[in-house]
C-alpha cells in the first residue's frame, strides 16, 4: 500500500513548486492591480480575482502544452507497456474529478445530474482525440484541464438567466427613435423587384416596448393617408392596406406622424441595412425643417446610419 | 488510410496552419460583428441584445438554461429535443459563463472554438479521404469560410457550434474506423460517436449510413463482423439516447417542456409524411426532386457548388461513396425540413472536392507554364510548375471563398439568397 502511495520526492517537489510559481506571480498580480483600482477595493474581491487568475493562468500553460504534444510526431512506444503509461493517472484524474464535482453539487441534485453528464461527455470527447495523438501521458493532462474548468463553478449560484432587450438607448447597434416633437416625421421606403400582387399588405414598425400612452402613430403609404396604427401589447405597430392601396405597386413609402408628442412613443432602428430593399437610404427622417438620411437617436441627440425596423408581408 | 505521422520538420508546419486557420475564424466572426452578421442583416426583427451586442430571440431557449446548469434551484424548465441536441455546447457555454462572467462572449467562445476545431477537423478529414495537402488545405479554406458557419454567428443559438460537428463527427468515426482494431472497442467508439454527435447536434443520422460505406472497406474484418459492428454501434446508440432521456426525466428535466417542441424530431417528420401518404403517388414528392437539389445548389452558391461536385469526380471511390451517401441523406433532410443548413449537411465533402477541383486546376496551370516559354524566369521549369500550382490553386479557392463572403464589402445578395431559403425571407 505504502508503495502505491509513495510520497513525491524532493526532485518532485521542487519542481512542482516550480511549475506553481509564474502561476501564483499572475495571481498576485492580479489581486494587488484590483486592490490599487478605487472600484474594487475590497480585500476577498481582489483574493478571489488572483486565485482565479492563477488558474487561469495553469490551464493556460497546461492547454500549450497538450497543444505541442499534439502537434508532435507520433512515435510508437519504445518499451512494451509504454503504451499504456499514464493511463492509471488519467483514470485517477478523472474518477477523482468527478467526485469532487459531485461532492460540490450534492445541495442540487438536478444540477449534479447535469454537470456530471456534461463533464463526462466533454472528458470522453476531450481524452479520447488527445489520447489516440498524443498518447495517455497528455490525455491525462487534457483531462485535469476539463476537471478544473468544470469544477470551478461548483461554489457560484446563478439563479436567472441573463436579460435580453431589444434596444439600449445609447447601443451601437439596436436603439429606439422617436418624435421629439410634433412635426417630426419618420419615412421609409421598401423597393420591391416585381408588382406587389392581387391581395393587401400589412406593415409592422416594431416597438421598443409595451406603449399604452395617449399617442398614436399616423401613417402615410404613398402619399395616401390611412390613419392611426393599431398597437399591440408588444408595441409593435401595424398598418394594413388594402389590395387597391397594395395591388401593382413596385415601392411603398411609408410616412409616420404622431396624434401628440410623446417621448415614450418610440419605434426600433437597427445599424445594419445590408437586407434593406432600398439600401442604407430606405429610412430618413424630417426634422421640421429638412429630410435626413437615416435615424434619428433622441435619446443621445444625434443621428445614426441604419434603418427602422420594420416588415411589409401579405395580409 | 491512417494519416501520415509528420516528421518533425512539419511540426512548425501543423502549428502554423492551425494558427492561421484560428486567425481565419476569428477574423471572419469578428468582422461581422462590424459589418453585420448574416441573421441581423437578414431578420432585423428577430435581433436582441445581450449585455449590449446583438444576438437572436432564439437565443431565449439556452440562455434560459444557464441556471439549469448553474443555479442551486430546483428544475425549472424541462430540457426538450432543442436543448439536448445542443446539450455538450450548452454545457461548455454554462460552464465558461461561471469563468468570464459574461454569457454573450462565453456563448461565442464556444462557436468560434468548435468552429476552428471542425475546420481542423476537416483537414485531417480531408487528409485521410486520400486528398493531397494542398487540396486539403483549400478544402478547409473554404470549409471554415462557408456560409453554413457564418451565416449563424452572433446568433447565440450555438448553431455555429452545431454544423461544425459534421467535419469533427466523419473525422472521428473515419479515424475510428481505420485506427481500431479490436471489434469491441470499435463498436463501443463507434455507438459513443453516434450518441455525441446526437448531443451536439444531429449529424448521428447521416453518419449512420455513411459508417456502413466506410465499414465496408474495412476488409480486415469479414463481411459478417462489420455490419455486426454497425448494427452494435447503432444499438449502443439507441440505448445510451434511452439512458440520458430517462437520467433527465428521473432528475426533472424531463417533463416540463418549454416552448415544447421547437425542432422537429427527424424520424417523426418521416412518419407523419409516411403516414399523410394516401396511396403511392403521394410519396413522389418525398423522392429528392429538383427544387431541393436546386436549393442546395444555391446555398452553396452554384459555382462551389460545381467545383466540388467536378472535385469530386477526381476523388477515390470510397471518398465518391461516403459522399453519394451522405448527399442522399441531406436531400432527404432537405425535403423534410427546407432550411439552408439542413441543404449543407454534407458540407466537408463538398469543400474538399472543391479543394481537390481547385487543386488540378493549379496543376493543369502548371503543366500550360512548362509548355511556355516564359523570358526572363530563371528558375527550373519544376519549381516554376510547384510555385505556379500553389498560386493557381490558391487563387481559385480564394475566389470560390470570395463569393460567399461578399457581405463583408457590403455587397449582401448571397447572404439575403442564402437566409430566403429559411421560411421566405422578410421584405423591409
Known sequence: MIGAFSLPGRAEVRSAVAGALPHGIVG??????????????EPHLALA????????????????????????????????????AGRGTLLRIVGVGAIIIAAALLRSPGRLVLNLLGFAMVTVTVCWTVQRRAGWGASARAASIVVVLAFFPTHLDYPTPPLKVRVLPDNPFNWSTGWPSGEWVLRHRVELDAPWPEKGASITFIGDREYIGPAAILARVNERDLGPMRREVSGHAIIELPADVARGQRMFVIELRTSISDPALRLTAQRWTGGATAGSGASSYFDGERWHTGTFNDALGSPKPGVYVMLLGPL | MREPSAPPSQVTCTFTLHAALFGLVCVLALLRILTGPWYHTYNPPGA??????????????????????????PPALGLSLVHTRTFINLYLASMLTAWTGSAFWSFAAVDVVIWFLGGVAAFHLMRRLGTSSVAAALGTLLCVSSPILSSNMWRHDLHAANFSTMPLGLWAGIALVEDERNRGKLTLGLGALLFLLSVSYQYQWILVPVLAVLLAFQTRFAPTSRAGIW????????????????????????????GGEVVSRPSQLALDRLRAARGPLDLVPLLPVVHVSLETMQVYHPLVFITGIAGMLLANWRTRLVALVASAVTLASTLLYSAPWTAMSAFPLVYLGAGMAC???????????????????????FRLGAVVTVCVSVLCAAMLCVLTNLDLAGDTRFLMRFWSYFGGGPLF
Not at chain 1, 492563477?54 to 512494451?80: D, F, N, Q
Not at chain 2, 444576438?55 to 448553474?70: A, K, T
Open chain 1, 28 to 41: 498576485l498580480v492580479v489581486a494587488q492591480l484590483h486592490l490599487a483600482l478605487p472600484s474594487s477595493a
Open chain 1, 49 to 84: 480575482a488572483g486565485v482565479k487568475w492563477a488558474v487561469l493562468s495553469w490551464i493556460v500553460s497546461e492547454a500549450l502544452a497538450v497543444a505541442i504534444m499534439l502537434a508532435r510526431p507520433v512515435l510508437g512506444p519504445k518499451r512494451p507497456g509504454e503504451a499504456d
Open chain 2, 48 to 73: 436582441n441584445l445581450l449585455e449590449g451586442w446583438p444576438v437572436s430571440w432564439e437565443s431565449e431557449y439556452y440562455l434560459i438554461h444557464l441556471p439549469s446548469f448553474l443555479g442551486d434551484g
Open chain 2, 231 to 258: 448494427a452494435g454501434a447503432v444499438v449502443l446508440y439507441l440505448v445510451a439516447s434511452a439512458i440520458f432521456r430517462g437520467i433527465l426525466d428521473i432528475s426533472g428535466y424531463g417533463s416540463m417542456l418549454l
Open chain 2, 359 to 381: 487543386e488540378a486546376l493549379g496543376l493543369a496551370a502548371a503543366h500550360v507554364s512548362r509548355l511556355l516559354p516564359i523570358p526572363y524566369v530563371r528558375v527550373s521549369p
